[in-house]
């Protein structure tokens, strides 16, 4: 086969063919005598399980597998093929948290007396401890303002963000995995918009897990080949 004939099979250009056999993610190409290359039905393989794998995986993760298939190292390849099935599974896991949190939290109508409650006012409203909000801030799980004296300030937002950390907590979520559900929550806009997200991402982590089977499907053939 031709370059163009890998490329058609593809779909890609045959300007990337020859960009993938640079960078070692095909076997070695034989040449003819006037010195064109030639390709065989084991580089259409190699092709196809990297293209796969870089839509599922990522392109720097397909090309080290594809590098260590190719030097005879499948325990390398397969090692990494974990890592990122194991990082999807922690994406999954972290969306299952949020939407359960989502489950047990109701916004309200916060009544925030102008220039916001103070640490304590806040401490008393929720029934923990003014300690644990300075914990929570330390975290950057809260953002309350300062006034002039240095005291902070609690807004209505903050009272919401503060009361999501609560039900958070008593789920028995650690700090760290309070704070990218936290900064989910904000960029949403509120409870209902980051359910729609939760609900988006997780159709995201299912296409990508659907292209990790497809993608080891091609792989396992470029192995065996």
Known sequence: MRPVDLARAAGISAQQV???????????????PSGHR?????????????????RACGW???????HAVHDDD??????????AHADLHVQRLDLDRTAEALESFVEVAESVPRGGLRVGDLAARLGVRPSALRVWE???????????DGHRRYSAADVRDA??????????????DIAPIMDRFRAAGGR?????????????????????????VLLHACVRG
Do not use: K, Q, Y
């Open 18 to 32: 020859r960009n993938h056999l640079a960078e070692g993610v095909l076997p070695p190409a034989e040449r003819t």
């Open 38 to 54: 030639r390709f065989g039905e084991h580089h259409l393989a190699a092709l196809l399980a990297f293209r796969a794998l870089g």
């Open 60 to 66: 720097d993760t397909a090309r080290a597998v594809m």
């Open 74 to 83: 499948l325990s390398r390849g397969l090692a990494l093929l974990d890592a």
């Open 138 to 148: 330390t975290a950057g799980l809260l953002h309350p303002a300062r006034d002039r």
């Open 163 to 176: 009361r999501l950390v609560l039900v958070l907590r008593r789920s028995r979520h650690g700090l760290s």
């Open 192 to 216: 209902e918009a980051l359910r729609a997200a939760v609900t988006a991402r997780r159709s995201e982590v299912a296409d990508r897990s659907r292209a990790m089977l497809d993608a080891a």
